[in-house]
């Protein structure tokens, strides 16, 4: 393996923290972030993520045992704090062995960061405040992921680049912190752990690698698109709070507007309470990401991409994309020293 000594030593703690060569986590992309591609990304070095998303603890059960056949490496699995069978699918978890959790979607529910740490593993939190993020650090998490609205997906409100100076002087001394959002080259990553970061998170660099089974329209998509394609979707009822998504512009857009709109009638009419319809929201975001990425109905599913997406322009092995970004942040850091 090609040595990176400036970018290893500023990565140290995290690459210690997830057991893997490089600290450089494949963001958790429901459909995308599977065996193929969790297996290759730890193959490479990096710290590949399974993405629960809306799965049941058996396709949890099947998901991890099928990446184990894959690699003997690292890697962990994502899950959202709202899935009404989190605690089933921490005991999948521990069953199996999985040494990180990575909590997403929201506040961690009460015990589920003590069921993850009873378990043996370690726990990764987001936190879009830092009194927030300094609370959960309190509590028990073992690591924060600090993820800018930059990024694919469910997004916060508040740009990478102001979360990193925020977070990381208060927070990196002690605690373990990667930054996600934005990120598409070894000279950003570079940044960011100068200021402290233990490491990043990337999703959409490896959405439309090699091993991704990302249908081959939905990669041509990505590889069409500029940043600015990449929109945030818009809140039609503010009694109904959605976390807001960034993806591709498409009818699959609207089509979420159209949704918003159905599930704030249905909660109106007392039909159901706010947290069936927030479920709603989440089966909805399932549905139409499947349709896009297993599909390739690019029209009317759903394109969930960072702004980033206008670094992404080919296919691309796993190990080549890991490889470039540590040399791009090894040339990076070696420029510095110079000056």
Not at 32 to 44: H, M, Q, T
Not at 175 to 181: D, K, N, S, T
Not at 245 to 251: C, E, G, I, M
């Amino acid at each position: 393996m090609t040595s990176y000594p400036k970018t290893s030593a500023l990565m140290a703690r995290g690459s210690e923290f997830l057991g893997s060569e490089y600290a450089i986590l494949c963001g958790a992309m429901s459909w995308v972030s599977e065996r193929n591609l969790v297996s290759a990304i730890s193959n490479a070095g990096g710290f590949g993520v399974i993405a629960c998303g809306a799965m049941t603890p058996d396709l949890l059960d099947t998901e991890i045992s099928e990446t184990k056949k894959l690699t003997d490496k690292p890697f962990g699995v994502n899950l959202i704090t709202m899935h009404p069978q989190l605690m089933e699918l921490i005991d999948v978890c521990g069953k199996h062995g999985v040494g990180h959790v990575v909590l997403a979607g929201g506040i961690p529910p009460k015990d589920s960061v003590e069921a993850i740490k009873a378990h043996g593993a370690r726990v990764l939190v987001f936190a879009p405040t830092l009194a927030l993020a300094k609370k959960l650090l309190r509590s028990g998490a073992d690591a924060l992921v600090i993820e800018g609205n930059e990024a694919g997906g469910h997004i916060g409100p508040v740009a990478t680049s102001i979360l990193a100076q925020e977070f990381l002087p208060e927070l990196a001394e002690d605690f373990i912190v990667f930054v996600a959002g934005g990120i598409g080259t070894g000279d950003m990553i570079a940044a960011y752990l100068e200021m402290g970061a233990a490491g990043v998170q990337l999703g959409t660099r490896f959405a439309c690698a090699t091993e991704s089974i990302a249908h081959p329209d939905f990669k041509k998509a990505f590889f069409r698109a500029k940043a600015r394609d990449a929109e945030t979707s818009v809140q039609v009822d503010p009694r109904l709070p959605v976390i807001p998504v960034r993806a591709l512009k498409n009818k699959g857009t609207e089509a979420f507007t159209a949704k918003q709109r159905e599930v704030a009638q249905l909660l109106d009419e007392g039909k159901v309470d706010m947290a069936e319809a927030q479920l709603q929201i989440e089966h909805f975001w399932a549905g139409a990401l499947r349709r896009a990425v297993i599909d390739g109905d690019v029209e009317g599913g759903s394109l969930m991409a960072g702004q980033s997406v206008s670094l992404v322009k080919e296919e691309e092995p796993v190990a080549e994309i890991i490889a470039r970004l540590m040399e791009e942040s090894e040339a990076a850091l070696t420029r510095r020293n110079r000056l």
